[in-house]
């Protein structure tokens, strides 16, 4: 569990330092929202 919350803490920091505004990183949270959602759903059908 130790080794996941590293890896995520880890993702997490590329992703907002990937990101130049605050603008980005709202861009950036919808579409892994997005993508999220049509995993959901295609997992339905």
């Known amino acids: ?3 996941f ?3 995520a ?3 997490v920091a590329l ?3 990937a990101c130049n505004t605050i603008e980005g ?3 950036d949270i919808s579409a ?3 993508a999220v959602t049509n995993t959901a759903n295609d ?3």
């Open 9 to 11: 803490a880890a993702g």
């Open 15 to 17: 992703l907002v330092s």
């Open 25 to 27: 990183a709202g861009k």
């Open 1 to 3: 569990m130790r080794k």
């Open 32 to 34: 892994a929202g997005h």
């Open 43 to 45: 997992a339905k059908h």
């Open 5 to 7: 919350l590293v890896l």
